[in-house]
């Protein structure tokens, strides 16, 4: 079947515009998780989506950053003004449950370069 | 705060010997540790993981094994072979929970 989708893959943007990064999970999954992978890093959790509960928020870095998950497939993630430090790779990530040991699958990832 | 430690940037090896990576964690709250594996323009996918019930976990040529005392897990495989050059990130979390804590990544370069 289909794995996680997500576009663009490479996204250039100047900084202060805003940009949508989009992630389409595996059908089936109830959880959704971005991640950010900057340069020499780890993954860094951004946020994660279950079902219907209120998302798990905790390792948004600013209030520039949010992420919606509209009736329980599709995610954006939306970062607004747009600033040097937010270039890096966006992942997404679904499970089938959200526990570690269900296997989150990931997508290839959008690179957002901001100039 | 780096949470779960890989200090080896990239490690190169021979085809057909053993590759062994490490990672250090400090959260004594973790207790089910994964590697993954990814390949340049490609998410992460998973290869295996521990729970902390255990201190080996052996699935084909990969073997991970775990040092709870000493906050520290490896991955052994063997023998090396040239599609298993990828970058390989340990993570780290609660059983019961949902978050995975990721260390920076080992690039494993397997020469022919």
């Known amino acids: 079947g289909a794995g996680v989708s997500q576009s663009p893959s490479n996204k250039v943007t100047e900084k202060g515009k805003d940009v949508e990064l989009r992630c389409d999970p595996i059908?089936?999954?109830?959880?959704l998780y971005w991640y950010r992978q900057s340069l020499g890093q780890g993954l860094e959790f951004l946020i994660y989506?279950?079902?219907?509960?209120?998302?798990?928020k905790s390792g948004l870095p600013s209030d520039r950053f949010s992420a919606e998950r509209t009736g329980g497939s599709v995610s954006t993630l939306t970062i607004q003004r747009t600033q040097q430090e937010d270039s890096a790779v966006y992942l997404c990530?679904?499970?089938?449950?959200?526990?570690?040991?269900?296997?989150?699958?990931f997508g290839p990832g959008t690179r957002l370069t901001v100039t | 705060d780096q949470q779960v430690k890989q200090n080896s940037p990239s490690l190169s090896v021979q085809e057909g010997r053993i590759s062994i990576l490490n990672c250090d964690y400090t959260n004594s709250m973790f207790d089910y540790f994964l590697w993954y594996k990814k390949y340049p323009a490609e998410g992460p996918t998973f290869l295996i993981s521990?729970?902390?019930?255990?201190d080996k976990n052996e699935d084909g040529r990969f073997t991970v094994f775990l040092n709870k005392s000493a906050k520290h897990l490896s991955l052994h495989i063997v023998p090396s072979q040239p599609g298993d050059s990828a970058v390989y990130f340990c993570?780290?979390?609660?059983?019961?929970?949902?978050?995975?804590?990721f260390g920076a990544g080992t690039t494993v370069t397997v020469r022919a």
């Open positions: 989506f279950q079902g219907n509960s209120a998302p798990d």
């Open positions: 993570a780290a979390s609660g059983v019961n929970d949902y978050k995975l804590s």
């Open positions: 990530a679904s499970s089938l449950e959200a526990l570690a040991s269900y296997e989150q699958y």
């Open positions: 521990i729970s902390s019930i255990k």
């Open positions: 059908s089936g999954h109830t959880a």
